[in-house]
């Protein structure tokens, strides 16, 4: 695709629940972002990959999320037993290599009832 | 702890006016200052960005002014449109090399542009 494509758009889940996040990025891009982004806020770091590698995870805010990069293209965000705490907006970004500009994709609204 | 800064909340101009959005950044290992527009429903999309060794830089209507003494940089949109109505995030990262993966943003502005 032309751009990076989150799905889904919009997410639904009950408190407790496990979801997942889908990101495609751009074909050829070799580094790939997770952001959330709160009502009101900018967006915030959550995990950068080089690769299939996990290259700085220091924005995860605990052990129940997780993401992987398997082949090194697309990308899955995992969030475990959901709280209502975690609905925002999930973007992802990629970008051709490490510290060149990254592009955004629409995100995904997650919505914990 | 708040790394970067950005006011106002909130901004109307008219059309045909100047907007300007300012940020205070605290980490002097910052070294690289984006721009993002974002449009409801879209993520953000990279505007203009500046590094600390030019004081200005102008790309069309958008001009990035450096203070990196005062550790402020500000966002200036000349000839405001309508279609300029969105909300801006000011943003820095660190490292050399190109190592400015981690973005910290700002809380954001949204601006309004009347027509």
């Known amino acids: 695709g032309a751009g990076v494509s989150q799905t889904p758009s919009n997410k639904v889940t009950e408190k407790g629940k496990y979801v997942e996040l889908r990101c495609d990025p751009i074909?050829?891009?070799?580094?790939l972002y997770w952001y959330r982004q709160s009502l009101g806020q900018g967006p915030e770091f959550l995990i950068y990959?080089?690769?299939?590698?996990?290259?700085?995870d220091s924005g995860l805010p605990n052990d129940r999320f997780f993401a992987v990069r398997p082949e090194g293209s697309v990308s899955t965000l995992k969030i475990q037993r959901t709280e209502r705490g975690d609905s925002a907006v999930y973007l992802c970004?990629?970008?051709?290599?490490?510290?060149?500009?990254?592009?955004f994709g629409q995100g995904t609204r997650l919505t914990v009832v | 702890q708040q790394q970067v800064k950005q006011s106002p909340q909130s901004l109307i101009v008219q059309k045909g006016g100047i907007s300007i959005i300012n940020c205070a950044y605290e980490?002097?290992?910052?070294?690289?200052f984006p721009w993002y527009q974002q449009f409801p429903g879209k993520g953000p999309a990279l505007l203009i960005a500046i590094r600390p060794d030019v004081s200005e830089k102008k790309e069309g209507r958008f001009t990035i002014s450096f203070n990196k003494s005062a550790k402020q940089f500000s966002l200036h949109i000349m000839d405001s449109q309508p279609g300029d109505s969105a909300t801006y995030f000011c943003a820095a990262s660190k490292g050399s090399g190109g190592s400015n993966y981690k973005l910290t943003f700002g809380k954001g502005t949204l601006l309004t542009v009347n027509p």
């Open positions: 990959f080089q690769g299939t590698g996990a290259a700085d």
């Open positions: 074909s050829g891009h070799t580094a």
């Open positions: 970004a990629s970008s051709v290599r490490q510290g060149i500009e990254a592009f």
């Open positions: 980490n002097t290992a910052f070294d690289y």
